[in-house]
């Protein structure tokens, strides 16, 4: 890796083996863009990728009308000057004005990588990683700003973020601060985002890009299960292993916006960032905003590629403290067992069943706090409802460690139900505009964590509930949009920082609570995977993938997933049939044979299974403590995709070659099919790998493929419906 400054020609390179990312002094002073993609020798000059020439309405910049910033690569445009694009950013000074021209000033290179204040991040060592910082200077609002990029040494990724700092006496204000700008010299990519709705996330959908702007966004308070904060961009003819493709993803959980601006002239701009339409950020004299951070990744080997440099990168530098790297326990939920209607008898009786089985962890959900019996009260009451839990949270975790078990609960901090003592004493501190009758979502509203003293509160009743007992594991839910979005008791020019703020007090809770408790495994949800996103990672390794644990749709929830998080992060769970969600039953080697593609777990009672899935359910448990650790932390190929296909498979190959597990599922089944044959990927060509008591070599693998059905197949899927199989490699 390294980061180049020429001097005489005012141009950065950024670089490791496999891109380049080169920007310049413009001749106006400001950032451009002049090259990002596969690596390229470094040499002092790069200009001729600028482009100058005059053309019909486009004006130029001051005398020079072959120079525009319209017809030329920006590196974090501003607008009203002469690049007519989607800005990146809008600046308000006290007269009005809202036109920036920010100049260089100088830059400072260092190994490593620096942390952003209040904010999750990824990190580095200074063996790790090269960063930049460019100081840029506008005149007329008195602002500093401030871009930072880092580049890794073994990973094709540019982090980037920006810092504004007010350096005069009076006030400014951020309109707009999105977080990265990538401008392309060509329009000729495709679109990929990841959308869904509650019980459907992230379903890739796929659009050509042409002139205009395409965009997806979330206003909801968090990054939502309806859009995604990530998004691709690909050569029409790229494909999962060939081909170029470039990503973007938020290491954010509020509101945001991505966009690809195609304009008349070719350029394709592509922005990330802070949702600007519940944003406005005042800055007083000497006050700094530092945006979160976008992660770009480029891969010239297809979206798999890419999707396995995402997956290191936060598996390597996002994910931090005790749980990095580590397989992650197998655990026993109650939620589906007994919803809110239990006891201490009766928890303690179905951790029993999960210790036989081989679990290890067992989890309290929902109801075990105020007077929580259903979802319409208690939330925001975190002290231990004693008609359930007699002994407290410490009682019942001893008695589930005298078991052999770990143990963990389930909270929800961010909200309130109105019959609450807490909203009762402080209805203040529930999100509600003058005037206007608040929207219930789930029967609660939300707390106003941009205030301090609202999140210390929720910390003190947690930090009692969990000091002194021996927790392991805390499961962190959000189950509603946020709505009437207004914070009592501060002023109204401030009220656009609410938004932000909330999100940031979110992340100061977490940050509480694990600076207390390093040792505890956090989940994180969000009615399931609403709040699926890489700034939830930095604090919670895992997520809760999809409250829809239906075997059938997990297939394709978790497929479109892995596209841009790792499969240590996806929570993923064997769920009681017929399924809560869909009605669907499908047999419990399929549910398993799906979630052990994750952080693997159960949601049921074991105690109500017959004897021969109860030994099934031990034989999955054996099978997971012996792969998990290669299945979380292997390299993982999607090789048949749900959304195409009524045929799917995946699979994972170990660090060292050595072993691989496939997943192939059937959706549908078809009368009289022709013979299904795979290939498999990431295998040592010239290596012999047992299937059974079969062998057959790596590249025949690869490229002939692996033959599914058949007399002579290696293995056998039944043409049924919702039939799978799990198929072992190992290298001799």
């Known amino acids: 890796m390294n980061i180049v400054w020429h001097e005489k020609t005012k141009q950065f390179h950024l670089y490791n083996d496999t891109i380049s990312y080169i920007m310049y002094v413009q001749p106006n002073g400001e950032m451009g863009q002049l090259y990002f993609g596969g690596k390229i020798r470094d040499k002092e000059d790069f200009l001729y990728l600028s482009y100058r020439n005059f053309r019909p309405m486009v004006p130029g910049c001051g005398f020079d009308e072959t120079f525009s910033m319209e017809l030329n690569r920006q590196e974090y445009p501003g607008f009203g000057t002469t690049d007519l694009g989607t800005s990146a950013y809008q600046i308000e000074c006290e007269n009005g004005n809202r036109v920036s021209a920010f100049k260089y000033e100088s830059h400072t290179i260092y190994s490593g990588k620096k942390a952003l204040d209040g904010l999750p991040s990824t990190y580095a060592g200074e063996d790790d990683a090269m960063s930049l910082d460019v100081t840029l200077y506008d005149a007329a609002a008195d602002v500093r700003m401030v871009l930072t990029y880092t580049i890794y040494n073994t990973l094709a990724v540019v982090t980037r973020s920006v810092r504004f700092v007010n350096c005069g006496k009076k006030q400014v204000v951020l309109n707009k601060a999105l977080s990265a700008c990538v401008d392309l010299p060509d329009q000729n990519y495709e679109w990929m985002q990841f959308s869904g709705a509650w019980a459907r996330e992230r379903k890739p959908i796929v659009r050509k890009i042409e002139c205009g702007v395409v965009s997806i966004e979330s206003k909801r308070g968090g990054s939502s299960p309806n859009q995604n904060p990530f998004i691709i961009v690909k050569r029409p003819n790229t494909d999962e292993f060939s081909g170029e493709a470039i990503g973007m993803s938020f290491v954010y959980s509020g509101n945001f916006v991505a966009l690809a601006d195609a304009d008349t002239y070719g350029r394709l701009r592509l922005l990330m960032g802070i949702h600007p339409e519940t944003f406005r950020w005042p800055l007083q004299e000497n006050e700094t905003f530092t945006t979160p951070e976008v992660i770009i990744a480029y891969s010239e080997n297809g979206m798999n590629n890419l999707s396995q440099t995402y997956h290191d990168l936060y598996n390597n530098y996002l994910v931090r403290g005790n749980w990095k790297k580590r397989p992650r326990p197998i655990l026993l939920n109650n939620w589906e067992a007994t919803f809110m209607d239990f006891d201490e008898d009766k928890i303690v009786k179905i951790a029993t069943k999960g210790k036989e089985a081989g679990v290890e962890l067992f989890v309290l959900d929902d109801g075990w706090f105020g007077k929580r019996d259903d979802d319409y009260a208690g939330l925001g009451d975190w002290v231990e409802n004693p008609k359930k839990l007699p002994n407290g949270m410490k009682g019942l975790a001893k008695k589930i460690n005298e078991l052999g078990l770990e143990f963990g609960f389930w909270i929800e901090p961010e909200m309130v139900n109105p019959d609450s003592d807490l909203y009762r004493e402080h209805p203040d501190w529930a999100f509600a505009v003058p005037g206007i009758e608040p929207a219930l979502g789930r029967h609660q509203y939300v707390l106003d964590f941009s205030k301090d003293e609202v999140v210390d509160y929720i910390y003190e009743m947690l930090y009692k509930v969990i000091d002194g007992a021996n927790i392991a594991y805390i499961k962190w839910d959000m189950n509603r949009t946020l709505t009437d979005v207004f914070s009592h008791g501060i002023p109204g020019e401030l009220q656009g920082c609410v938004y932000h703020k909330y999100v940031l007090g979110v992340y100061k809770l977490y940050t509480k609570l694990i600076s207390a408790f390093p040792d505890i495994l ?13 700034g939830m990672m930095y604090y919670a390794p895992q997520a809760w993938c999809s409250d829809n644990t239906d075997g059938a749709d997990r297939v394709r929830i978790q497929y479109g997933t892995s596209y841009g998080y790792p499969l240590s992060s996806i929570g993923a769970h064997v769920s009681a049939v017929p399924n809560q969600q869909t009605g669907r039953t499908v047999s419990i080697d399929f549910r398993a044979n799906v979630a052990c593609f994750g952080t693997f777990g ?8 017959d004897d021969q899935e109860f030994e099934r359910v031990k034989e999955q448990i054996k099978f997971m403590k012996e792969y998990r650790e290669f299945l979380q932390y292997g390299k993982f190929y999607r090789l048949l995709s749900p959304y195409e296909s009524d045929l799917a498979a995946w699979m994972v190959v170990s660090p060292d070659e050595k072993k691989a597990l496939v997943g192939v599922y059937t959706m549908r089944s ?21 299937i059974g008591e079969q062998s057959y070599y790596g590249d025949e693998l690869m490229k002939a493929g692996l033959v599914l059905n058949g007399k002579n197949a290696p293995s056998f899927t039944k043409e049924t419906d919702y039939s799978s199989c799990l198929i072992h490699l190992i290298k001799k």
């Open 522 to 534: 956090f989940e994180s949800c969000s009615s399931g995977g609403a709040r699926f996103d890489a």
């Open 602 to 609: 159960y949601e049921l009672d074991l105690n109500h299974l």
């Open 670 to 690: 078809m009368v009289n099919s022709v013979d299904g044959r795979i290939r498999l990927q990431g295998l040592d060509e010239s290596a012999l790998y047992c």
